[in-house]
């Protein structure tokens, strides 16, 4: 039987977080090994016939790839194990040891780079 994995799972109901009203100003953060990734989880539209910026078309083509692939392997519902992604938009990269950051309109991070993750707002201490 195959089933996803824990952290996919975790990471999944995390944005289920942010999609309710009263919690849609928070932010999902991932925690990798260049460091901190913050965004807004990309919702892919059910129809992409009107794609109007060129973050959606490329959601498009990430979306077509992904599906691609998993019709060429035979998988159903998820990619196994820790294969697999989420897209952010509007993505932030806090490397680790430094205060600067990068801004990224679209962003795909591999379920197998994630160490942590976590959901709310950051604030930072001096």
Do not use: C, R
């Not at 294969?83 to 490397?95: E, R, T």
């Amino acid at each position: 039987m195959k089933i996803p994995t824990l952290k996919k799972t975790l990471i999944n109901k995390l944005y289920d977080f942010s999609t309710i009203e009263d919690l849609n100003k928070n932010q999902i953060y991932l925690y990798t090994p260049i460091g901190i990734i913050s965004g807004e989880v990309y919702e892919f539209p059910e129809n992409y016939e009107e794609e109007k910026t060129v973050v959606d078309v490329l959601a498009k083509n990430f979306s077509e790839i992904a599906d691609d692939y998993k019709e060429k392997y035979n998988i159903e519902d998820f990619l196994p194990n820790n294969d697999g992604f989420i897209v952010l938009k509007k993505a932030k990269i806090q490397p680790l040891g430094s205060m600067s950051t990068t801004n990224i309109d679209l962003l795909t991070v591999f379920f197998d780079q994630i160490i942590a993750v976590s959901f709310g707002t950051l604030n930072v201490a001096d």
